[in-house]
């Protein structure tokens, strides 16, 4: 299966003179000035369609998008022209006194995504996830600094999160490798619950519905002991990507969560940087919740990788508050709503919607689940395959019976991810702390573009890479 993708020269385009100059030398500078200090980073001359190629004319399948950005493969046409002529048009404006077409009509697509169910009335374009994470807390605020409700503080969030890498998106998270060094200049009116996180936390003999109630009561007495009345926001991913892999939430949880801000005032902050856009077989993975949430963060396939730009989508309970309040929302940023961004961001919306693209995402997917069951039900190694849409993860357990993560620095997931990488395909290792020890999974988001033969060979690689890894520990 590899040979279809290994070392396959793709004789349309072969990489030019110039990419060739750019191969790292034979002889590695151990002193590289691109943000690694350590590692050898790949370098990839070009990118077409669903591929990436190396300097040596390798062709890899991009099965993670990055890390789930890349949502309708790279290289395409309609989206370069629709960036390049917002740069001959207008490249730049300050959103204190401008805006463009380009800002508006993202904002009203994103909008209309929701606006009868879920009632988001207006969107905050920013660059990246973290920065959507760090809109949003402040807007939460600034809700309750309106409405007279100072003594709001305090946020509460999950173990095993990821909402960024920047101060207030940190002290949210709980990424505990990325986070430590840190942790003493983080502010601290942060709690954290129980992650719903149900191969490795429910317990025998309890069904679906008690996990979910026994998380809920678990907030509930979390929000109890600081004093509901001090709580601005509760903050979660719907389905959690990089610390515990395409994990949801067992049923009734989020209705669970949304009745009890509800009841104590508190505003419901879904982060669907990674989940959302379609991701999970529906435009927002809360839908599939029956839920609306107060607040929305959503980045990654947003610009599909073309351009960094996120946003913050904010219901008409905030927005109508926050504009009958004291202040305007201060939170400008010197790029948000760069017109280049919102152009690229634009064009790549609309063709996932003229396309239909996020059905395509749903029904790719269960063919995807399908023949990741089929691969890797009884491997060894393989605790766990969960997943929604195109939004798939594999765990990997030293101990099945006792879903016992392997010792750290093993890093099962990473040798996998290597070794795939190798035959040809490219996936997005992951780890997350279980009980203490560091768990490792792998994340599979290929773009929504993806053919069935690709599925194949993506699961077929990642199957002689498992075995290769399982031969290894
Ligand atoms: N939120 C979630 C759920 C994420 O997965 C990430 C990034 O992986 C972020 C926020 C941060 O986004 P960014 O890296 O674009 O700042």
Same mark, same amino acid.
């Given at each position: 299966?590899?040979? *279809? ?5 793709? *004789? ?100 209309? =995504? ?8 207006? @969107? $905050? ?12 807390? =402040? ?57 719903? $996180? @149900?191969?490795?936390?429910?317990? +025998? ?19 109890? +002991? ?35 801000? /509800? ?7 879904? /982060? ?10 529906? $435009? ?9 949430? /107060? ?10 990788? $073309? ?19 004291? *202040? ?26 003229? /396309? ?31 997943? +929604? ?13 006792? =879903?016992?993560?392997? =010792? ?66």
């Amino acid at each position: 299966m590899a040979s *279809s993708t290994t070392n396959e020269t793709a *004789s349309s385009t072969e990489p030019s003179h110039e990419d060739m100059a750019l191969q790292p030398p034979a002889v590695q500078d151990p002193a590289l000035l691109h943000r690694s200090l350590t590692q050898q980073p790949h370098l990839v001359t070009h990118a077409q369609g669903n591929y990436l190629y190396l300097p040596n004319g390798q062709k890899v399948l991009d099965a993670c998008g990055g890390a789930a950005v890349a949502i309708i493969g790279h290289g395409n046409a309609e989206v370069i022209a629709a960036t390049v002529e917002q740069m001959q048009k207008v490249s730049y404006v300050h959103t204190m006194s401008y805006t463009t077409s380009s800002a508006e009509k993202l904002a009203t697509l994103l909008l209309s =995504k929701s606006s009868d169910m879920h009632k988001l009335t207006k @969107a $905050y374009l920013v660059g990246s996830g973290s920065e959507a994470n760090e809109a949003a807390l =402040k807007a939460a605020r600034q809700y309750f600094v309106e409405k007279g409700e100072l003594q709001r503080c305090h946020f509460v969030a999950r173990r095993q999160s990821y909402h960024g890498n920047t101060m207030g998106a940190m002290t949210i998270s709980s990424n505990l490798p990325r986070k430590e060094p840190y942790n003493d200049i983080l502010p601290t009116n942060v709690s954290f619950v129980s992650p719903a $996180y @149900a191969y490795q936390y429910q317990r +025998r003999g309890e069904t679906e519905e008690e996990y979910s109630e026994r998380l809920i009561q678990e907030l509930r007495r979390e929000i109890l +002991r600081i004093g509901h009345e001090k709580v601005i926001s509760f903050i979660a991913e719907p389905v959690v990507g990089a610390t515990s892999g395409c994990t949801s939430a067992p049923k009734g949880y989020f209705r669970g969560i949304r009745e009890m801000c /509800d009841e104590f005032g508190i505003l419901l902050h879904l /982060d669907e940087v990674m989940c959302g856009v379609g991701r999970t077989g529906t $435009y927002f993975a809360f839908e599939q919740e029956g839920i609306v949430p /107060d607040i929305v963060t959503i980045g990654k396939g947003l610009g599909g990788g $073309y351009v960094p730009v996120s946003a913050m989508l904010l219901s008409e309970k905030v927005v109508d508050v926050l504009r009958g309040g004291t *202040s305007a929302f201060n939170h400008g940023q010197t790029f948000q709503a760069h017109p280049v961004a919102c152009a690229a961001g634009l064009a790549v919306q609309n063709i996932i919607k003229r /396309d239909g693209l996020v059905e395509s995402c749903a029904k790719a997917g269960k063919h995807l689940e399908t023949l990741l069951r089929d691969a890797f039900t009884n491997c060894k190694y393989v605790g766990d395959i969960r997943g +929604r849409g195109l939004f798939w993860a594999l765990e990997f357990v030293e101990d099945r019976s006792s =879903k016992r993560p392997f =010792k750290k620095g093993i890093a099962f997931g990473e040798m996998v991810q290597k070794t795939a990488f190798e035959l040809g395909v490219a996936f997005y290792p992951g780890t997350g702390t279980v009980n203490g020890i560091e768990g490792d999974h792998i994340l599979i988001a290929p773009p929504f573009t993806v053919s069935n033969n690709e599925l194949f060979t993506l699961v077929s690689v990642l199957k002689q890479a498992y075995e290769v890894a399982e031969k290894a520990v």
